[in-house]
């Protein structure tokens, strides 16, 4: 499916998208492009004043500014002096002053500490933890150990300060928690400047202007991201704004399937990536491809070798992502294969050992006097070609309304309720009056759409000229389109022919059976030979399955295949 994508646009000096570049490359989810707008003093001053309501939006939501901030880091700085100052007591340092003889102010380990000066000195011990010791000296003395800067203030005075620090923050946040009451007012401020900034650029946009140029980007992310990307944008030196992508802003298109249908999505990018407003064919390329393919191949041993090539190109560094696909093919092509009853050329539903309940699942007989196989793979291309028929029809019913896709819905009720009605009243599911008055139904509602309301805006007339000529169209080309899906048949038809080719011309080298030179020619014959016809295979399992979804698939369900693919800048 296809993923939602938001629009956001940016607006920021020149100066600054390399290292706005280098931000957006860090979210990892920016699909951007780029394109540049004259500057003058006019939308300057529009920016500068965005830029400062955008600033006071985030200074009051978020409850912290840099006046904040160097609150906070004063009282820290404070705090932390206040713990060194706690050993020392209170103390009046006028006082000490005054006593007219130095004081000295130590701290040593309790191991350095000698209790010998105690009665050497006039010493006091305040304080004594953590494997330290602190104490004073009145007067000289000389210690083994150099003295530390006096205190600025006593531990009293540090909690006092603390004290009138907490009140100042708590003030100011009282302010910020007040100003919260103004960020209506202020998103309305901010959401007109950048309006009037878009509008000014816009026409002004084919001027110059010889002072510089802004930088304007336009970018695309998938929806679910917006919560994520708004609060970093919140942090960038930048002006935006986001909305809804549409289908006329082209956004990239992000294609988001399981594991399993992921596989294929290679496939869908050699054709082109759906429109935003499109449908992602990727699941039923996974479905159909697979089929196509197996049904191609035919041969239920060549299944098993694209299996083993798929597990053993997980060691190929190069072609480790492709290893699943093949893996997938291979699993399919060995189903299909037993379903068609073909192991390496040799058709096993002729093998006596093979048991019956295998045997019920393989394809074999006539119908109505044609190849079963045959028969199944025209009945194949008939639901592929009703599904497209389908999927056309619903999504021309939500891009255009139900009024303005009438004549679609004429084609799909004509051509999908037929081969509906015609299968039930085929195994007797409906009485044939019954069927005789829905196809009549049909018919006429159907041809109302087709030649009568194709357009509903245009003249009748033409309605019916324009449905004479789409009819013609359809008939020839559905027709052929039918008749493309032979190929399943006859692909898997002459691999498994020729497949049994080269085990017949291997069985003739050996001759009467004996061991000699006839026995390697048997295995040369065989492993070259099949070697060559799973190449051939493969190559006719790829292009034509391809064919077949590209062109009838593709065409009858309307898919464009124009969008690009979505590609977000990393670090």
Sequence with gaps: MIERMTRYDFILLSGQKEEFIRELGTLGVMDITRSFKPVDEKSRDIMSRLEAVKAEIRRISKGTDAHLQELKAARSELFRESESLVHWGEYDRARLDSLGIPVNFYCVSD?????????????EVLDSAKGKTWFVVFGEAKLPVA?????????GEAEALLAVKDAEIEDYRKQLEDLKGSL???????????????RYLAGIGGERVADGALTVFEGFAPESEKERLAAAFDNMSCVWTSSEATVEDNPPIKLRNNKFVKQFETLTDMYGRPDYNEFDPTPYLSVFFLLFFAMC?????????????GILLKKV??????????????VGTFVVGIVMHTFFGVDISALPWIPSWLKAVMITGTIAGFEAQMVLSLAIGVIHLCLAMVVKTVYATRNRGFLGSLGIWGWTLLIVGGVVVGALAMFSLLPPKVTKWIIIGLGVVSAMGIFLFNDISRNPLKNIGSGLWETYNTVTGLLGDVLSYLRLYALGLA??????????????????????????????ILVIGHALNLAMCCLGAFVHPLRLNFLEFFKNSGYDGRGRQYRPIGN
């Design 495 to 524: 691999g498994g022919m020729l497949g049994n080719a080269f085990n017949s011309i291997a069985a003739m080298t050996l001759g009467d059976g004996s061991f000699g030179i006839g026995w390697l020619a048997f295995v040369l």
């Design 184 to 198: 209506p007012a202020l998103k309305e401020q901010e959401s007109a400047l950048a309006g009037e900034l878009s």
């Design 317 to 330: 560094e190069s072609m480790k992502k492709l290893a699943p696909l093949v893996s997938i093919l291979g």
């Design 297 to 309: 191949m035919g041969d239920a041993g060549y299944g098993l070798v694209l299996i083993i090539g």
């Design 147 to 155: 003295p530390l800067p006096a205190p600025s203030m006593s531990i």
């Design 111 to 123: 191991k350095s500490f000698d209790k010998a000066w105690e009665e050497e000195y006039p010493l």
